[in-house]
């Protein structure tokens, strides 16, 4: 079993910066990203990266988002730059290891003046 915890969100003005982090109990995790959820909408995917360090993000989020990830930490971060209100929602992390999926609970992302 994989437990994450999340942590970083909060309220933030639109253009500015936010760091979230995801710190994972177990190890050889393969890919790891990034989803979130805003109020009555689908859960959609923000960012992944691979074991390797291969990443994958959302059109609405390329050049303002940066996803990395310390494998000796099991840790895997998101830095969230130039935000908007439109990215204000609920963000959950994911990790996957052999044919697992786990998540995390959620952090709160608020873009608001």
């Known amino acids: 079993q994989v437990q994450l915890v999340e942590s970083g969100g909060g309220l933030v003005q639109p253009g500015g910066s936010l760091r979230l982090s995801c710190a994972a109990s177990?190890?050889?995790?393969?890919?790891m990203g990034w989803y979130r959820q805003a109020l009555g909408k689908q859960r959609e995917l923000v960012a992944t990266?691979?074991?390797?360090?291969?990443?994958n993000y959302a059109d609405s989020v390329k050049g303002r988002f940066t996803i990395s990830r310390d494998n000796a930490k099991n840790t895997v971060y998101l830095q969230m730059n130039s935000l908007k209100p439109e990215d204000t929602a609920d963000y959950y992390c994911?990790?996957?290891?052999?044919?697992?999926?786990?998540w995390g609970q959620g952090t709160q992302v608020t873009v608001s003046s």
């Open positions: 177990g190890s050889g995790l393969g890919r």
């Open positions: 994911n990790a996957n290891r052999w044919f697992a999926s786990y």
């Open positions: 990266i691979t074991s390797g360090g291969s990443t």
